[in-house]
C-alpha cells in the first residue's frame, strides 16, 4: 500500500535531516538536506535553460566521489551559492567530511534560485548574508522543518502565486520509503487556467494540498494559463530526492532524472530558457531492492516522480505571502 511517511516530508527517509534558515529584511532563505551519515550514494539532472549550480560535476556517475554529506537549496541567484562556504564550514567543524588532510573535507553540492526582486532589502555591504544562512541552517538540520515561507522557498515566486518550500513522502508495502524537497520558483504555473485545482491533483494522498476535484472542462493544449514577466535566468525550480533504497552512483543519477517528471506533472509550462530546473538524489542505502537491478531502480524513479510532483503543490498551497504577490489561499480564499 502506497501511503505518506509519518511526517509527510523528505526526512521520513531514515537518516535524512533538513534545515532551514531566512532571513526577512533580504526576503530570502537556505535550506539544507543533510544526511546523517553522509549519503551513500548521490545524483543530479539539470533541465532549466538558466541553471545556477555548484558541484554538480562531482556527482557524475564517472567521478571517484560516491555520496555527499549536504545538498545546499538557496535563494539570492549567484550570491546565494556562497550559502555552501557557510555549510561546508559547519559541517568539517562538526568533524563531517572526507578524512584526507588536517581538517574533514565535506562533499557537497548546491543549486540556486532566483529571488532578487521580490521587494526586500538587497543593498547589502560587504558579504552577503548567504554563507551565515548556510550556517545557520545547518546548524537547524533536524526531522521537522517549516514549508511554504520557509528556507530557500522564502522569497520565491512560482507563476503568479507566491512559492515556497515543498515536502513530501511515500513508503510501500516493502518498507522502501522515497522523499521529495523543492523550492517552487517557477516561471510556470501550478495551477489549472482559471482554477484552483493544482496541475498535480492526480497524484495528491489525502487533503495535503486542499484535495479539489478538476473542472469538468479540460484547459486548451494551448492554454498555458498566466505566468509572471519572463526574464532569463530569473525563475528556477531546485528540489532533492532522498531514498533508504541502495543505490548506485549511477541509479542515483536515473532516479533524478525521473523525478523530472515530477516538475512537469506539476507545473506547466517548465525547463523553459527561463527556468535552471534542477533535482538532486541521495540514497542512505539502508535497504536493498525488490526486484533488485533496473526494475527496481525504475519503481524508485516513478515514486520519485509522484512524490516531486505532491511536493511542488505543497510548497504552494502552504506558503503566505511576504508582498504583492497572493498566496494561493489568499487569491482562492482557503
Avoid at 567521478?63 to 545538498?71: C, L, R, S, Y
Avoid at 555591504?125 to 514549508?147: K, Q, V
Avoid at 518498507?175 to 521529495?180: F, P, Q, S, T, Y
Avoid at 507545473?267 to 534542477?278: A, E, K, L, N, Q
Wanted: proline fraction near 7%.
Amino acid at each position: 500500500m502506497i501511503q505518506p511517511g509519518p511526517l509527510n516530508l523528505i526526512t521520513d527517509v531514515p537518516g535524512i535531516l533538513v534545515g532551514n534558515a531566512e532571513d526577512r529584511d533580504v526576503r530570502t532563505g537556505v535550506t539544507v538536506v543533510m544526511p546523517e551519515d553522509g549519503a551513500l550514494g548521490a545524483g543530479v539532472d539539470v533541465r532549466g535553460g538558466a541553471s545556477g549550480t555548484r558541484n554538480t560535476p562531482a556527482l557524475e556517475a564517472s567521478d571517484i566521489a560516491t555520496g555527499a554529506h549536504a545538498i545546499i537549496l538557496s535563494g539570492g541567484s549567484e550570491f546565494g551559492l556562497a550559502a555552501a562556504d557557510g555549510a561546508v564550514e559547519w559541517l568539517s567543524s562538526q568533524g563531517r567530511g572526507l578524512a584526507l588532510g588536517p581538517r574533514p573535507i565535506p562533499v557537497t553540492a548546491a543549486a540556486i534560485l532566483f529571488d532578487l526582486r521580490n521587494g526586500g532589502d538587497k543593498d547589502w555591504t560587504g558579504e552577503s548574508p548567504y554563507r551565515r544562512l548556510g550556517i545557520a541552517a545547518s546548524a537547524a538540520a533536524g526531522p521537522d522543518f517549516a514549508l511554504g515561507t520557509a528556507g530557500a522557498g522564502y522569497g520565491a515566486q512560482a507563476g503568479q502565486l507566491k512559492g515556497g518550500l515543498g515536502s513530501a513522502s511515500v513508503i510501500d508495502g516493502s518498507g522502501l520509503v522515497v522523499g521529495a524537497l523543492v523550492a517552487v520558483n517557477s516561471v510556470g504555473s501550478v495551477t489549472l487556467p482559471g482554477s484552483p485545482v493544482f496541475w498535480a491533483w492526480p497524484f495528491e494522498l489525502g487533503s495535503e494540498f486542499g484535495g479539489l476535484e478538476p473542472p469538468e472542462s479540460r484547459p486548451a493544449p494551448d492554454d498555458l494559463g498566466p505566468f509572471h514577466e519572463a526574464k532569463i535566468g530569473a525563475n528556477t525550480t531546485i528540489g532533492v530526492i532522498a531514498t533508504n533504497a541502495r543505490l548506485d552512483r549511477q541509479a542515483a543519477r536515473r532516479v533524478a532524472i525521473m523525478a523530472q517528471d515530477g516538475y512537469t506533472r506539476a507545473i506547466r509550462p517548465v525547463h523553459s530558457p527561463f527556468d535552471g530546473d534542477t533535482i538532486f538524489s541521495l540514497t542512505t542505502g539502508a535497504m536493498a531492492l525488490d526486484p533488485d537491478g533496473p526494475l527496481g531502480v525504475a519503481r524508485v524513479g516513478a515514486l520519485a516522480a509522484d512524490c516531486m510532483a505532491r511536493a511542488v503543490a505543497r510548497g504552494v498551497y502552504e506558503a503566505t505571502a511576504i508582498n504583492e504577490v497572493p498566496s494561493y489561499r489568499d487569491r482562492y480564499d482557503r
